[in-house]
């Protein structure tokens, strides 16, 4: 099993642009969720799904968006790139033992 | 808001030492979950205790709960070199999993 896995590892945006980072993991979980983690801090809940077609927002859900067509896919759509979304991405898959495994992230960086 | 509050921010100790990190939170929980980083890496699960339990090991970690206190506190006995990481407590009180900032564990050899 690969687990969680995301892509791209590092971003450069410029202000005002768009991307989406990907995430996929092959473990068959239902609830999958996405973090962003800004130095000193722990990690903050954006957004997160218990299953195909159902989202919902965390903590900071604010400037993205999400969506789940498969149980396997969740990406994290940025629509308007600011310098305040500079962070580190990680993405987590959560088994029936409320265990969470989650990917190596994405740095992203936001001029 | 975070849920979860370690302390102490950072810990330096000698190999062979133990080591002991707390975590306090706010709410009502299901389950406080510890995790590791390693530096530049993804976090890792070390152990989850559910509400109802007062203690638990995994290894060379014993993690304690206490729901009245609404506290929790995380053991590594006879640290090695290799256990120099940041540990996070998260709280789990439903769908949402909700982490403190972390502390920063140094073990020197």
């Known amino acids: 099993n690969a687990g969680v896995t995301q892509t791209p590892k590092f971003q450069v945006l410029k202000t005002g642009q768009s991307m989406t980072l990907q995430c996929a993991q092959d473990m068959n979980h239902e609830y999958m969720s996405w973090y962003r983690q800004d130095p000193g801090m722990g990690l903050r809940l954006i957004h997160y799904?218990?299953?195909?077609?159902?989202?919902d927002q965390g903590e900071v859900p604010n400037g993205y968006n999400v969506s789940r067509s498969t149980t396997e896919d969740f990406p994290l759509r940025l629509l308007s790139a600011a310098p305040s979304q500079t962070s580190v991405y990680f993405c987590?898959?959560?088994?029936?033992?409320?265990?969470?495994?989650f990917g190596p992230g994405t740095r992203l960086t936001v001029l | 808001s975070q849920q979860g509050e370690e302390d102490p921010q950072a810990l330096s100790i000698q190999e062979g030492e133990n080591a002991t990190m707390n975590c306090s939170y706010k709410?009502?929980?299901?389950?406080l979950q510890w995790y590791r980083q390693n530096s530049g890496r993804g976090l890792v699960h070390l152990i989850l205790i559910r509400s109802n339990e007062r203690e638990k090991h995994s290894g060379r970690l014993r993690v304690t709960l206490d729901t009245s206190k609404k506290s929790s506190s995380l053991l590594i006995t006879a640290s090695r070199a290799a256990d120099t990481a940041s540990y996070f407590c998260?709280?789990?009180?439903?769908?949402?999993?909700?982490f403190g900032a972390g502390t920063i564990l140094r073990v020197k050899s």
């Open positions: 987590a898959s959560k088994d029936s033992y409320n265990e969470q495994f």
């Open positions: 799904s218990v299953g195909a077609g159902i989202t």
């Open positions: 998260a709280t789990d009180a439903g769908n949402k999993l909700v």
């Open positions: 709410t009502s929980i299901n389950n």
